[in-house]
């Protein structure tokens, strides 16, 4: 799904299914919990500012746009940006949001390569580490850490169960072939929960923490004193 040159009607397929397996995985559900205790701090301080999010590596944006759904239902004031280096997947999230009604800001950007953008509270992540080596993973975790107030990655974690279920579940849900290769490769190429610490810490992480979740993924989680 991350290779140039993909045909436009097959990513459009795979992003589909994706957004397809996100919702039966929780969608942003694990998630929120973090976001939420940001926003009700800054509310009970009377700050005016509000919560600025940025996700990256948004792909076609189903979780920024089930963040925004959620915190508009809720009644927060959430701005909330996306950064992907696929024009395709930022057009197509972009059109994905505004057919949702929502003021997400979803534009093109290396987000390895590239220093992120200054301003934002919290620097959101979703399953994307799987596709990084060990240096750019580092590397990632290092500059979202010193980017905002808080970092949160979502991602699989490599286990045999993991494994069955990303090659069954894709092909009960989807019928593209790009998601269906990505599913099982990814869980493959994923870190274990130890592993992802681990690399946190080298990231310079000061007090990562990890959570399970449903199903074989992982929340690894640091808010700056």
């Known amino acids: 799904m991350d290779q140039p040159g993909l045909d436009p009607a097959e990513h459009r397929r795979a992003l589909v299914a994706l957004r397809r397996i996100n919702g039966v995985s929780g969608g942003v559900r694990p998630v ?3 976001i939420r205790g940001v926003l009700a701090e800054r509310r009970e301080a009377n700050d005016p500012r509000p919560v600025r999010l940025l996700d990256l590596a ?3 944006g189903d979780f ?4 925004a759904r959620r915190a508009r ?11 992907d280096r696929s024009a395709f997947a930022v057009a197509y999230a972009t059109e994905q949001a505004r057919r949702a009604g929502l003021a997400i800001d979803f534009h093109q950007g290396d987000v390895l390569n590239e220093p992120l953008p ?12 799987h596709h990084l080596d060990e240096p750019e993973a580092v590397a990632l975790l290092s500059a979202m850490r010193a980017a905002g107030e808080m970092a949160i990655i979502d991602d ?8 069955a279920l990303a090659f069954a579940g894709v092909r009960a849900l989807s019928r593209s072939p790009v998601a269906r290769y990505d599913g099982a490769v990814s869980v493959q190429g994923a870190y274990t929960r130890d592993e992802a610490r681990a690399l946190a810490l080298k990231a310079g992480w000061e007090r990562p923490e990890i959570h399970p979740r449903w199903p074989c993924r992982y929340l690894l989680v640091e808010r700056r004193p």
């Open 64 to 67: 920024a746009i089930r963040l």
């Open 156 to 163: 699989l974690e490599r286990t045999r169960l993991g494994w």
């Open 118 to 129: 200054p301003g934002f509270d919290i620097l959101t992540c979703s399953l994307f580490l």
């Open 32 to 34: 929120w919990p973090w």
């Open 73 to 83: 239902r809720e009644g927060w004031d959430l701005q909330i940006a996306g950064r």
């Open 58 to 60: 948004s792909g076609g």
